[in-house]
């Protein structure tokens, strides 16, 4: 069943070709500087002089950020027809650049219907299931990283509340990127025609290094993973120290790193105090209130200690909440709520009025009534 | 090319179909019957029994008859749902060496893969004598719920059975490819799947013969059994209310009760009301026979489940619930499992969903035959239908404070591939324990433990300071990797998840090698069987023949002398009947041949003058 194509792979130089934004090392120059459009893969191998395992792999880079075209000889042991493999490769090198939308192939405004109908037929064609038995050699891992990305952009476009933010985040960046593309035409001479002085290439290379790092920093940030985004801006940061917009993703990176895991020790203290373990809960409570800095943690501890009783804790959080967000009714009322429980009528009395000074619909006049009518 | 069969492994029967010139079939066995009781037995003389055979001896020899092993398999023997069995079956459980679940018939051990196997060879056989070659391929079937150790435990069976188990899928999930098989489908569906043991819920979207799991659920404590032991209790209590003797106590007496609960729960899905009539069912203390006499409606039996199908039904809703889905989507829903047939659980569903369930497919076997159609759809590359299948619960590693963190939610999509960075939480820490853990509770030692290992020779840094990444991968064919690294440095360190059935390489190889000698074992049989019966034939015939020929040639020297060589060939022909060993029968059936074409034309030629 296998089918190979007899003709040898021959890499082409892409029309046109452009320097700009890529790093390579010399070696990878060096066989870009052999690629003549007749030499086949094997014969390369011999051109070059170098381990044939470096000019293959040098071939593989320049051909996945688009130096070359490798057209694909099919790979020996591999159970695939050439149009498949290519169309395998083809997607599996783009990928990582496509936004969810064109990795389904569907409008930015398609509604579930059609991404579904999408997944589904990019699924026909990309599941590992539908080559099974097949001999898939390294396709099986790029069939298998192709369909988790499809899923990934599935479940994401179907997640209405998810969806409408990096909708708006992706139309920006398409524009933005646009713009960046035209602005470079304009400005950047060809580099071939311009070589870098010695000394400013390692610092070119840093400041590319810095770049996929904060590639990946926002590639992560929309993952989901924070604490993974937060590291890979540091680097970015390490590497390229003037660059503001890093310090920036970075500090939004860490914020939100804190606050999933904020949310995520709330969310298991919940299910501590519902099992009625007590100590395990206030531990999470605490260490919620100890990443980010924001109020909400504090305010859930505060009621949470409220609940229990343990007035002091109760308090101090509710305290701290007011201290970080002063301008939230809610917080006020909490700690309204801790000094009534605590029989600080006074105290308690101010907050609530704090409270409903803020926000005039808070529920904090019932507290204030209650007041009223206890005395 | 190959041929690959779909079973249906279920708690009280199971199934086996095969896709035959591009339709799906369900294959009979050799009683005709479309499914075969879970049942194995050993019989007083030591042989094995399977099937209709063995339910049907089973009330006589009620220790040696091991039933619903599903639930047992691939469960850890101090696991609390096999202290429940064990305290509520006749047969013995016992603990294995590794901590697994043992069964004992006779003086017998046996584990449950194994018992498993015994059923599964038995559809394998089912299979080879319909389509007349070896089998070797299969997909066999397990609740949604199954986790990855009961899933590796029934592969192991399949192994032990000699076949080659290339997929596991989800019965709920086969029986939708079912539903869907050959019909161009673009909606969203519900199996609400109430077998014997268990109940079952899975939502689905199909489209463009792409099936995909959005959402499963179930309950491995619910099904038939369950409404049968209301029925059992209804009686047996009022029962004792009456004598004052509790028939659960007695096996003989528990064992008829639960046939005949069971035959009035099917009649009253037919039929308004069912008589319930088991004379001399117990003696008195006084050797009085007692009679127990009953009418069992089908009020009545709502009435005893009325909370059964409740909860079968708050199920429903979370498995909806859980992937936000209206109930007001779902398209169709189709009904499987034999306990559907009860009208009550018909009328449920359907008030539930608000409407009728769907009513071309066969609750007893459209689990099977979905089986059969993933089988030939992995092997055929022209198939237009794809599963989309999903993690049944969620896979995660352990982490400070002794609670789980999940990477993989349940219901995911596979192959799947998620990541999560995490950081050292001591000073100077320089290894990190990675406990790999499946289940859904939020403390990790309430779920199962796949695997562990340690990522060591981290770089000496205050706490926080160490970023570990995890990588969680499931391959197409549900194989788990855990990759642990340090971002840093690259220091990394992976394993794959091999789930634990209980059973050890050894065993497992072991197991099938016996296996494989029963088998042949069997087979030798049955063509000794099939020669005995031919020869059975020529017996009779020159049995027959031999006063005549007697009377005609008897008298002269070698009329005597070839009437002599006759009854030799004769007992010699018998004994081997009686031998069991297949050349020496078919030996001396030739002598016995020679014999009866001598005495035809004896006969004949006396006739004629």
């Known amino acids: 069943m296998a089918q190979r194509s007899k003709q040898p792979t021959v890499p082409r130089p892409r029309a046109g070709l452009n320097l700009q934004g890529v790093v390579l090392t010399p070696s990878e120059m060096y066989v870009l500087s052999r690629i003549d459009g007749f030499s086949s893969v094997d014969q390369l191998c011999q051109i070059t002089g170098l381990p044939e395992r470096e000019t293959r792999a040098a071939l593989q880079k320049l051909a996945s950020v688009g130096l070359v075209d490798l057209p694909m000889g099919a790979e020996d042991g591999v159970d695939l027809d050439v149009e498949r493999q290519r169309a395998i490769l083809e997607l599996h090198e783009r990928m990582r650049e496509m936004d969810f939308f064109e990795m389904l192939g569907v409008e930015a405004g398609a509604d579930a219907k059609a991404i579904r109908r999408a997944y589904f037929k990019a699924s026909k064609q990309f599941h590992p299931d539908r080559y099974y038995g097949k001999r898939l050699g390294p396709f099986k891992a790029r069939l298998e990283e192709i369909f988790v990305r499809l899923s990934q952009a599935h479940d994401f476009l179907l997640d209405a509340k998810r969806r409408s933010a990096y909708e708006a985040q992706i139309l920006g960046e398409r524009q933005r990127q646009e713009d960046a593309a035209k602005a470079a035409r304009v400005a950047a001479p060809a580099p071939e025609r311009q070589p870098d002085p010695a000394a400013e290439k390692p610092k070119r290379a840093a400041s590319s290094k810095a770049r996929a790092f904060s590639e990946e920093g926002l590639r992560e940030l929309r993952a989901g993973d924070y604490t993974a985004a937060a590291l890979a801006l540091r680097r970015a940061i390490a590497l390229d120290r003037d660059n503001l917009g890093y310090q920036a993703q970075y500090k939004a990176a860490l914020e939100r790193a804190g606050e999933s895991s904020a949310d995520e020790y709330i969310k298991l203290g919940q299910a501590e105090e519902a099992a009625d373990r007590m100590d395990a809960a206030a531990a999470l409570y605490e260490r919620a209130t100890r990443v980010g800095g924001r109020a909400e943690p504090h305010a859930a501890a505060a009621q949470f200690f409220l609940r229990i009783g343990r007035l002091i804790e109760a308090k101090e959080h509710a305290m701290r909440a007011t201290q970080l967000e002063p301008g939230r009714a809610d917080w006020h009322l909490a700690l309204a709520r801790v000094y009534a429980v605590a029989g600080f009528a006074k105290q308690a009395r101010r907050e609530a009025e704090i409270a409903l000074h803020l926000d005039p619909a808070s529920p904090a006049d019932r507290l204030l009534e209650e007041f009223e009518s206890g005395k | 090319m190959d041929k690959v069969i779909g079973i249906d492994l279920g708690t009280t029967n199971s199934c086996v179909a095969v896709v035959e010139e591009g339709t799906p079939?369900?294959?009979?066995?050799?009683?005709?019957?479309?499914?075969?009781?879970?049942?194995?037995?050993?019989?007083?003389?030591?042989?094995?029994?399977?099937?209709?055979?063995?339910?049907?001896?089973?009330?006589?020899?009620?220790?040696?008859?091991?039933?619903?092993?599903?639930?047992?398999?691939?469960?850890?023997?101090?696991?609390?749902?096999?202290?429940?069995?064990?305290?509520?079956?006749?047969?013995?459980?016992?603990?294995?060496?590794?901590?697994?679940?043992?069964?004992?018939?006779?003086?017998?051990?046996?584990?449950?893969?194994?018992?498993?196997?015994?059923?599964?060879?038995?559809?394998?056989?089912?299979?080879?004598?319909?389509?007349?070659?070896?089998?070797?391929?299969?997909?066999?079937?397990?609740?949604?719920?199954?986790?990855?150790?009961?899933?590796?435990?029934?592969?192991?069976?399949?192994?032990?059975?000699?076949?080659?188990?290339?997929?596991?899928?989800?019965?709920?999930?086969?029986?939708?490819?079912?539903?869907?098989?050959?019909?161009?489908?673009?909606?969203?569906?519900?199996?609400?799947?109430?077998?014997?043991?268990?109940?079952?819920?899975?939502?689905?979207?199909?489209?463009?013969?792409?099936?995909?799991?959005?959402?499963?659920?179930?309950?491995?404590?619910?099904?038939?059994?369950?409404?049968?032991?209301?029925?059992?209790?209804?009686?047996?209590?009022?029962?004792?209310?009456?004598?004052?003797?509790?028939?659960?106590?007695?096996?003989?007496?528990?064992?008829?009760?639960?046939?005949?609960?069971?035959?009035?729960?099917?009649?009253?899905?037919?039929?308004?009301?069912?008589?319930?009539?088991?004379?001399?069912?117990?003696?008195?203390?006084?050797?009085?026979?007692?009679?127990?006499?009953?009418?069992?409606?089908?009020?009545?039996?709502?009435?005893?489940?009325?909370?059964?199908?409740?909860?079968?039904?708050?199920?429903?809703?979370?498995?909806?619930?859980?992937?936000?889905?209206?109930?007001?989507?779902?398209?169709?829903?189709?009904?499987?499992?034999?306990?559907?047939?009860?009208?009550?659980?018909?009328?449920?569903?359907?008030?539930?969903?608000?409407?009728?369930?769907?009513?071309?497919?066969?609750?007893?076997?459209?689990?099977?035959?979905?089986?059969?159609?993933?089988?030939?759809?992995?092997?055929?590359?022209?198939?237009?239908?794809?599963?989309?299948?999903?993690?049944?619960?969620?896979?995660?590693?352990?982490?400070?404070?002794?609670?789980?963190?999940?990477?993989?939610?349940?219901?995911?999509?596979?192959?799947?591939?998620?990541?999560?960075?995490?950081?050292?939480?001591?000073?100077?820490?320089?290894?990190?324990?990675?406990?790999?853990?499946?289940?859904?509770?939020?403390?990790?030692?309430?779920?199962?433990?796949?695997?562990?290992?340690?990522?060591?020779?981290?770089?000496?840094?205050?706490?926080?300071?160490?970023?570990?990444?995890?990588?969680?991968?499931?391959?197409?064919?549900?194989?788990?990797?855990?990759?642990?690294?340090?971002?840093?440095?690259?220091?990394?360190?992976?394993?794959?998840?091999?789930?634990?059935?209980?059973?050890?390489?050894?065993?497992?190889?072991?197991?099938?090698?016996?296996?494989?000698?029963?088998?042949?074992?069997?087979?030798?049989?049955?063509?000794?069987?099939?020669?005995?019966?031919?020869?059975?034939?020529?017996?009779?015939?020159?049995?027959?023949?031999?006063?005549?020929?007697?009377?005609?040639?008897?008298a002269s020297d070698p009329g005597k002398d070839a009437v002599g060589k006759a009854r030799q060939a004769l007992d010699r022909t018998r004994a081997a009947m009686a031998s069991g060993e297949l050349h020496t029968l078919l030996d001396s059936a030739e002598a016995l041949k020679r014999t009866a074409q001598m005495f035809r034309g004896v006969v004949s030629k006396s006739g004629l003058g």
Request: one cysteine or more; hydrophobic letters at 40%; charged letters at 30%.
């Open chain 2, 25 to 554: 079939t369900v294959i009979p066995n050799r009683g005709g019957y479309r499914t075969t009781p879970s049942i194995i037995a050993l019989s007083e003389t030591g042989k094995r029994l399977v099937g209709h055979i063995a339910k049907r001896q089973t009330v006589t020899n009620a220790e040696n008859t091991a039933y619903s092993v599903k639930r047992l398999i691939g469960r850890r023997f101090d696991a609390p749902q096999v202290k429940t069995m064990a305290e509520g079956v006749p047969y013995h459980i016992v603990e294995g060496p590794h901590g697994d679940v043992r069964v004992t018939l006779r003086d017998k051990v046996y584990s449950v893969p194994e018992l498993s196997a015994v059923v599964l060879q038995e559809m394998k056989l089912v299979a080879e004598e319909r389509l007349g070659e070896e089998v070797r391929k299969a997909v066999v079937t397990v609740p949604a719920y199954f986790n990855d150790n009961q899933r590796q435990a029934t592969k192991d069976a399949g192994r032990i059975a000699g076949l080659d188990v290339i997929r596991i899928i989800n019965e709920p999930t086969a029986a939708a490819m079912a539903y869907g098989f050959g019909k161009n489908l673009e909606r969203k569906i519900a199996v609400f799947d109430l077998g014997g043991g268990t109940f079952d819920i899975s939502i689905l979207e199909i489209g463009n013969g792409v099936y995909e799991v959005l959402s499963t659920d179930g309950d491995t404590f619910l099904g038939g059994e369950d409404i049968d032991r209301r029925i059992i209790d209804w009686l047996a209590m009022q029962f004792d209310e009456e004598y004052g003797i509790d028939l659960r106590r007695d096996r003989m007496a528990l064992q008829r009760i639960k046939d005949v609960a069971e035959r009035a729960k099917c009649e009253v899905s037919a039929v308004k009301e069912a008589e319930i009539n088991l004379p001399f069912i117990i003696s008195t203390q006084h050797n009085e026979p007692l009679h127990l006499q009953r009418t069992l409606t089908r009020k009545k039996l709502e009435e005893l489940t009325t909370d059964l199908i409740d909860r079968a039904l708050s199920i429903c809703q979370r498995a909806l619930d859980a992937e936000d889905i209206d109930k007001r989507e779902i398209e169709d829903v189709i009904l499987v499992g034999g306990q559907t047939r009860m009208p009550k659980v018909q009328q449920r569903v359907a008030e539930f969903f608000g409407l009728e369930p769907c009513k071309g497919v066969h609750p007893d076997e459209v689990v099977a035959l979905g089986a059969a159609i993933q089988g030939a759809a992995l092997l055929d590359d022209k198939s237009e239908m794809l599963l989309l299948d999903v993690t049944p619960q969620a896979l995660g590693v352990m982490i400070e404070g002794g609670y789980f963190h999940k990477l993989i939610e349940k219901n995911t999509t596979v192959p799947t591939s998620k990541h999560h960075t995490f950081t050292t939480v001591r000073d100077n820490q320089t290894s990190v324990k990675i406990m790999v853990m499946q289940g859904e509770s939020i403390r990790a030692e309430d779920n199962e433990l796949l695997g562990e290992f340690q990522l060591t020779g981290l770089r000496k840094a205050s706490k926080g300071q160490v970023d570990v990444e995890i990588t969680f991968e499931i391959s197409a064919d549900g194989i788990v990797s855990v990759d642990a690294k340090d971002k840093e440095t690259g220091l990394a360190q992976s394993i794959t998840v091999t789930a634990k059935s209980g059973l050890t390489e050894e065993e497992i190889r072991r197991m099938s090698a016996d296996e494989h000698g029963y088998a042949m074992a069997v087979r030798s049989g049955e063509e000794f069987e099939r020669h005995k019966q031919q020869v059975e034939r020529i017996v009779i015939e020159v049995e027959q023949l031999f006063p005549k020929v007697e009377e005609i040639i008897g």
